[in-house]
T-cell receptor, first 108, second 113 residues
Framework: QKEVEQNSGPLSVPEGAIASLNCTYS??????FFWYRQYSGKSPELIMS????GDKEDGRFTAQLNKASQYVSLLIRDSQPSDSATYLC????????FGQGTRLTINP | DTGVSQDPRHKITKRGQNVTFRCDPI?????LYWYRQTLGQGPEFLTY????????KSRLLSDRFSAERPKGSFSTLEIQRTEQGDSAMYLC???????????FGPGTRLTVT
């Protein structure tokens, strides 16, 4: 089992809808999770960090962490074509492990 | 805040040659990380430094790879006797604290012919 797993997609969402991206992890001791956005040919760009159970909102983005179920999710509200990218889930405290990324396409 | 910078941005080399990449982290960040990313995959951890001390190395980091951060500021990653399998994007990131947010540089794309 990979330490951090994501569905590679592609995930296709109509413009204006909610995009839901999911990630599961194997180490119960993992503490810190991050979501990065990566455009083709570019480096990862930090979107959200989450350290404790529950939801964390920042603008159109909401990160959710459920340590009991060992999953992390990212919701993007009012999706825009500019949100089309690969989204990477990252355990950044103990394992320093990225998921393989989910490719998201927002259709106008 | 000028962000993380990396040099060069692109490097084409022939198999068997040595290459060296440089990373300048965000100035107040004492943690510096190196990752490698191939097409369609997430970045893979290679090594990290706290100040000048190299604290962890991945088993991906063969003995052809060496990294330094001599004065706790910029870092270099050297690959000796490059192989075609070394072709990848090499990413550098820095963070202020352990487990904190990592900010990435633009990467160095290496092509080994």
């Amino acid at each position: 089992q990979k330490e951090v797993e994501q569905n590679s997609g592609p995930l296709s969402v109509p413009e204006g809808a909610i995009a839901s991206l999911n990630c599961t992890y194997s180490d119960r001791g993992s503490q810190s999770f991050f979501w990065y956005r990566q455009y083709s040919g570019k480096s990862p760009e930090l979107i959200m960090s989450i350290y404790s159970n529950g939801d964390k909102e920042d603008g159109r983005f909401t990160a959710q962490l459920n340590k009991a179920s060992q999953y992390v999710s990212l919701l993007i509200r009012d999706s825009q074509p500019s949100d089309s990218a690969t989204y990477l889930c990252f355990e950044g405290a103990q394992k320093l492990v990225f998921g393989q990324g989910t490719r998201l396409t927002i259709n106008p | 805040d000028t962000g993380v910078s990396q040099d060069p941005r692109h490097k084409i080399t022939k198999r068997g040659q040595n290459v060296t990449f440089r990373c300048d982290p965000i100035s107040e960040h004492n943690r510096l990380y190196w990752y490698r990313q191939t097409l369609g995959q997430g970045p893979e951890f290679l090594t990290y430094f706290q100040n000048e001390a190299q604290l962890e190395k991945s088993r991906l980091l063969s003995d052809r790879f060496s990294a330094e951060r001599p004065k706790g500021s910029f870092s270099t990653l050297e690959i000796q006797r490059t192989e075609q399998g070394d072709s990848a994007m090499y990413l550098c990131a820095s963070s202020l604290v352990v487990g904190g947010e990592q900010y990435f540089g633009p990467g160095t794309r290496l092509t080994v012919t």
